[in-house]
């Protein structure tokens, strides 16, 4: 059986000034230099004359990608890419995804490379992490169970070349924050269901000091969240439940009943068959993958303690399945959420927001001075913008700017949608305060939004975050797989840089 957490770590990063002398080439398998479109490789290079042949082959153009064998003893392979200097972070991410893909296509099991991005000062930075992240994306074995698993060593280093502002931890912890979201998001459903889940979440909380209570199906009972229980009860365990991690810097443990910061929620449903609702076998098949944004909560959450983020932050998992069954809840039953609104039922695949339901109303309850959720809720957001970007949606206008903010900087996109009011029309029922969804799915990410709404106070700032790129064929950016992990380096961008800011 897989196991549970990555076995691997991310390739460690050095730093190192100037450019790497010749001597030091047969360290490398790989050498990878990122270019300006209006540049030419450096007269100081090592094998400055392969590169600048290479270059002067043909004429450069944006995203264009280039090899040479250099002339040692290891017979290193040199990937020349280049890039517009003013890309944006995600169009950079993908063009180091190219170099990165050259590489192991040729070098298949490197296990030094050495990285240079001969650009100016300011933007150096920015481009050897992209060049680092594409190539901790590549090295990365998803789980497998195969019974002759495919033999390969790992990258072990990666040396990067050049004076920069580049943070090597906060490189590193990144990588590992989306490379954990796609593994988990990648374990198939027999092997992660809701009782290896808790047994992970307690390992990862004793391992970087985060509190962990887990609500069982009763302790929720007794919290009357009638919308989560609809969902699982259907499971044919009793093992289903909503997690609750906090993080609390070291500065303010003395005030650990204090406000925290930010509280990051995601959706955990399993497994999805639809319910009594069943879905059809193509849009069952990979319904493993619809706890993505429980991942990318506890990803962040996790890689904010290993740097020792300044600010307190709380994660709520909400870990169900949504099976078929006798017990399986039905479209038309009204039941109660926690907060005491009551819910008609329309479709019970519209499980995620039932679920996502009670755990923003807990997380409420600790009065966050800003809540940010994540979840593969509706095909609607994917309709709309297809699986290149995600859908965000925010009660509050500076919340959502810093959201965009971190969207930008970190190069996972996200297309804010509107939010208003009149759209509460559309979930009138006639039996309940609320209907669950429309029995149409026209422009469901926004009514499943509205939905949501409703149990989170209106004096917290909230933003829903619809993962829309949480899969993608032929992976995206600089993630090569279809599950992409995305979610990580937004989160960790916004909690490091942009939450707190004006």
């Not at 000034?17 to 490398?28: F, H, M, Q, V």
Request: one cysteine or more; glycine letters at 6%; aromatic letters at 6%.
């Amino acid at each position: 059986m897989p196991s549970l957490l990555p076995l691997l770590k991310s390739p460690r990063l050095s730093l190192k000034s100037g450019l790497p002398p010749t001597a030091t080439l047969d360290r490398y398998d790989v050498v990878l230099l990122l270019l300006p479109t209006d540049a030419r490789p450096s007269g100081g290079l090592p094998n400055a004359g392969r590169w600048q042949t290479l270059h002067a082959l043909a004429k450069v153009s944006h995203a264009e990608v280039r090899t040479v064998t250099l002339d040692n003893r290891r017979q290193t392979l040199g990937v020349l890419g280049y890039c517009r200097a003013d890309a944006e972070s995600f169009e950079l991410l993908r063009v180091a995804g190219l170099l990165a893909q050259r590489a192991f296509a040729n070098r298949p099991q490197p296990q030094r490379i050495a990285i240079i991005a001969q650009t100016t000062t300011r933007p150096r930075a920015a481009w050897q992490e992209a060049l680092y992240a594409a190539l901790a994306a590549h090295c990365f074995p998803l789980p497998s169970d195969k019974s002759q698993p495919a033999t390969r060593k790992a990258l072990t280093s990666i040396d990067v070349y050049g004076d920069s502002s580049l943070d090597r931890a906060r490189a590193e912890r990144t990588a590992e924050a989306t490379n954990l979201v796609r593994h988990l998001t990648a374990l198939p459903p027999n092997v992660l269901d809701a009782t290896a889940y808790r047994r992970l979440l307690v390992v990862l909380a004793r391992r970087h000091g985060l509190r962990l209570r887990w609500y069982t199906e009763a302790a929720l009972a007794r919290l009357g969240a009638g919308a989560f229980l609809a969902v699982s009860r259907g499971n044919p365990r009793r093992d289903a439940g909503i997690a609750h991690l906090s993080y609390v810097p070291r500065r303010k443990r003395a005030k650990t009943a204090g406000r925290p910061d930010l509280a990051l929620v995601g959706k955990g449903v399993l497994f999805d068959t639809g319910g009594t609702n069943l879905k059809p076998h193509k849009s069952m098949l990979d319904m493993h993958t619809d706890m993505a944004g429980s991942a990318v909560a506890l990803a962040t959450i996790v890689a904010a303690a290993q740097l020792r983020a300044p600010m307190a932050i709380d994660a709520w998992l909400a870990i169900t399945e949504n099976n078929i069954g006798p017990k399986s809840y039905r479209p038309q039953e009204v039941v109660r959420a926690l907060n005491g609104t009551t819910i008609q039922v329309i479709h019970s695949d519209a499980e995620g927001r039932m679920a996502l339901a009670d755990t923003l109303a807990l997380a409420a309850r600790r009065k966050p001075r800003a809540m940010l959720d994540f979840a593969t809720l509706t095909g609607a957001c994917v309709y709309a913008l297809t699986e290149r970007m995600s859908g965000l949606l925010a009660t509050d206008d500076g919340l959502a700017q810093r959201a965009l903010a971190a969207s930008a900087a970190s190069g996972e996109r996200l297309w804010q949608f509107p939010l208003p009011d009149d759209f509460d029309t559309d979930l009138d029922s006639p039996t309940a305060d609320i209907a669950q969804c429309a029995v149409d799915g026209k422009g469901d990410h926004i009514l499943a939004t509205r939905f949501l709404k409703r149990f989170v106070p209106d004096d917290i700032p909230w933003a829903h975050v619809d993962l829309s790129s949480a899969t993608r064929r032929g992976g995206l950016a600089h993630v090569p797989t279809e599950i992409t992990g995305f979610g990580a380096r937004f989160a960790l961008t916004f909690v490091l840089d942009h939450q707190g800011k004006p």
